[in-house]
Nanobody, 122 residues
Framework: VQLQACGGGLVQAGGSLRLSCAAS????????MGWFRQAPGKEREFVAA????????YYADSVKDRFTISRDGAKKMVYLQMNSLKPEDTAVYYC????????????????WGQGTQVTVSS
């Protein structure tokens, strides 16, 4: 599985961005897809995950009610809609995939894309 994330950029606080992640294989029913982020000097942290088609989505408390993860299996895409952005959301965002949902640790995901930078100005 190869993953390619894009859509980052510079946005003012309160604004929105949509990140996209393209997968090299069909992901609609075979893989759990996740988003993580890493701010300077901090560890990579879980943001959101989308279970197999029709199953639950998961969110970090810090982004709940502001971010939405979605997937389009036909297009082999996963999205992260980010609304009401805050300066503390500034980080490099990574998409990740695994066959099963095991948790929110980086070690729970076998496949990773390169990151895309999100910068939120105050």
């Amino acid at each position: 599985v190869q993953l390619q994330a894009c859509g980052g950029g510079l946005v003012q606080a309160g604004g929105s961005l949509r990140l996209s992640c393209a997968a090299s294989v069909r992901i609609s029913s075979n893989y759990v897809m996740g988003w993580f982020r890493q701010a300077p000097g901090k560890e990579r942290e879980f943001v959101a995950a989308a279970g197999w088609s029709g199953t639950s989505n998961y969110y970090a408390d810090s982004v709940k009610d502001r971010f939405t993860i979605s997937r389009d299996g036909a297009k082999k895409m996963v999205y992260l809609q980010m609304n009401s952005l805050k300066p503390e959301d500034t980080a490099v965002y990574y998409c990740a995939a695994d066959r099963y949902y095991r948790g929110r640790s980086t070690t729970d995901y076998a496949y990773w894309g390169q990151g895309t930078q999100v910068t939120v100005s105050s």
